[in-house]
């Protein structure tokens, strides 16, 4: 067994981070917030007092919110505990983020891997994740055996670790897509009388099968969208990265704009803003964004 470190412990990284507990790893924690520090410890991981400290294994993982959150956290001065070892990043960053702290990791010394998985914490708990991974031949053999404690299956995308983020956020900008029609598609039928359930029933046992319109269409058939696996502003998060890889490699995305518009809405609204991102087919659903508006940033787009 080894000692890893583990930073960022928000519902999927309590949940990956608990796999590596469970496999008997000792594993060191650290978080902001100490809840969730205090919960893994219980479970018999040890509590970090500062990023660094979490850093400074041969082995160490993070899974922080968004760019601002990584690249705070694993500044040159946390990074450089590292020295020699190898970081393993699940998070939904950018390209342009993963490839600015694999330089911090590459100046300290050390190996970095970028592994941002598919799926919800649930998925996560029972080691059924699809996982993106992308790095150095080296450092990725280093992380594989961690990675297949997380994972159904490992996806190998190269040695540009930077790959690996484009692709997951190209994943989820194919989820919202999903979550948009499945919320327009709701809406014309609900407003003939017809039971959401009933339809989306339709829709996955007939031409629609698959993970997403299983999950997220019966969330958006039975409007149930709280305890949140992935709220709405991470959604949007994933929308603006989306934007940023069109604009770096000149890429046109016609329904950006529209998107954009429809999850702008839901983080206006108080009674959507916190939910899961699947609330997102609620904008539609509710008639939020007028007709006007909708067409004036479609045709933007």
């Known amino acids: 067994m080894a000692s890893v470190g583990f930073l960022g412990l928000g519902s999927m990284g309590a949940a990956l981070a608990r796999r590596l507990v469970d496999a008997g790893h000792d594993v060191h924690v650290w978080n902001r917030s100490r809840g969730a520090v205090d919960d893994l410890v219980a479970a018999g991981a040890v509590a970090c007092a500062a990023p660094a400290d979490a850093l400074a294994f041969e082995v160490s993982f993070s899974m922080l919110a968004d760019d601002a959150a990584a690249l705070g956290v694993l500044d040159a001065g946390a990074v450089a505990s590292a020295s020699g070892g190898v970081h393993v990043n699940l998070a939904s960053i950018s390209p342009a983020a993963a490839a600015e702290l694999r330089s911090r990791f590459a100046a300290a010394g050390s190996g970095y891997v970028a592994a941002p998985v598919l799926g919800r914490p649930a998925v996560a708990a029972e080691g059924k994740l699809n996982v993106l991974v992308a790095g150095d031949a080296t450092a990725v053999e280093t992380a594989e055996p961690f990675l297949e404690l997380f994972a ?104 950006l704009a529209a998107l954009t518009a429809v999850f702008e809405r839901a983080l206006d609204d108080p009674d959507l803003a916190e939910l899961d991102w699947g609330a997102a087919a609620e904008v539609t659903r509710r008639g939020l964004l007028a007709a006007s508006d909708d067409d004036a940033r479609g045709g933007a787009a």
């Open 152 to 255: 159904a299956r490992l996806w190998p995308l190269g040695a540009e670790a930077p790959t690996a983020n484009a692709v997951k956020i190209a994943v989820n900008y194919d989820i919202i897509h999903a979550i948009q029609a499945i919320g327009e598609s709701v809406a014309l039928v609900e407003a003939r009388g017809v039971d959401p359930r009933l339809f989306v029933e339709i829709l996955t046992s007939t031409l629609f099968g698959g993970v997403v319109y299983g999950g997220y269409g019966g969330m958006i058939a039975a409007q149930a969208y709280n305890p949140p696996g992935f709220t709405v502003g991470l959604g949007y998060k994933d929308l603006r990265l989306s934007a940023e890889i069109a604009a770096e490699t000149g890429t046109h995305l016609p329904t």
